[in-house]
């Protein structure tokens, strides 16, 4: 298909690995920030190519993995309240609540369905009057757009028993949480281009300069992968920190605006906490005060409870890029994708998943 | 979740108001209905970027071949001897 052949093209993945190869001297940390990225890195065996001297590390951009436990509670307890329909993102049906998954509080009964897009969860409010149709709006600032145009059509169409349960969290905030941990060790950055399809470039340019470090806004395929390592290696050679985009044919300086006003119309920037990571200040959206009828929290008075988390699944080390998911000690013997510990586990963009199903050498770092 | 695949926009299905369109998009000839809203000046033919029924991007065609000639740029760069230019001091660590 055009836009999507040309960039696995075997021979131009070589010519990159090559340079790659020429270009790096010195040992260097990357974060790809976008779990999908990570499962391309590592489906297409790219971790295992690149020069010894690079070493990937796969950040939070996995918005099943960061969605806390109490999340996903409310979510349960929502599918088991008889009148609601739940709708959700399939990623989410099996990562395990405190208690259970979603995925087992349907086959207990509970009436939750999987849909691809949350405008079908609109259709689906309007199908059954008598249910309330509850869509779990989780996502970064690529679903942002999409969660908040099923709200504004339901405002529009005169929908009333539509609402959504919001977990919603931006990446800036949390780069610039991983960068001041103490403990940091990434040199430089690929952002997801997606959501700067989104948000455009802009906001990274004071996360480059408070702290030096290379940010190169990079795409999905093999070829658009190795290029933004490239780019960013490059910049690490010569002791450069700048804003790059690879992913131009997609990314715009300014983004997406019309997006960007439909995220404004819906929803607030607030402080959200992170599965694994902890409360990150002014790092999510909520539904703001104009939608309030289709907040699902206002709806069902829910309150958001803290729930201890698994003490034995190291994701928020991983999600830090301070831990492989080899160096899990529950990997692939108490955690797998069929009895999974913790998120990473079972999410199509968790790097333990990516590892488990992919990863040829085991190359604990 | 963040996956968003470009397909091409074979049909436009319906125009609620200004903005409010709804389109065909061929995926590999799967075709799919998506919302293009965010993409006000798609037209028919035109590769949009899809993330769960919604294009959030047309595809700019100039900038897709950029990639391709990036490497071949970098080969040229090399022949005038770039990479033996001034070494750079600083480890770029921080
Ligand atoms: S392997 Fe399982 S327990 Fe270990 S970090 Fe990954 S999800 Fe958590």
Redesign the interface.
Known sequence: MKYLTEYRNAEVVHEYLDELHRTTTRPWTIMEICGGQTHSLVKNGILDLLPKLITMVHGPGCPVCVTPLGIIDEAIYLAENEGVILCSFGDMLRVPGSKKSLLEAKAKGADVRILYSPLEAVKLAQEHPEKQVVFFAVGFETTAPANALSVVQAKMLGVKNYSILASHVLVPPAMEAILGDPENVIDAFLAAGHVCTIMGTEEYFPVVEKYQVPIVITGFEPVDLLQGILMAVRQLEKGEANLENQYARVVQREGNLLAQQTIGQVFEVADRDWRGIGTIPMSGYEVNESYAEFDARRRFHLHLQAVEENKECIAGSIMKGLKKPFDCPNFGTKCTPEHPLGAPMVSSEGACAAYFHFARAAEPV | ??????G?ITAITAQLDE?FRVGKVS??GIHKEV?L????TAQVGD?V?V????A??V???A??Q???E??QQ??ELADLGEETQQP???????
């Open positions: 979740m963040c996956l968003a695949i470009p091409k903005t995926f590999g919302n809203s965010m993409v006000p590769y970027l993330h769960v029924g919604v959030i991007s595809v700019d065609e900038e897709a950029k990639t391709f990036y490497i970098l080969g750079n001091p600083k480890t770029g660590k921080r």
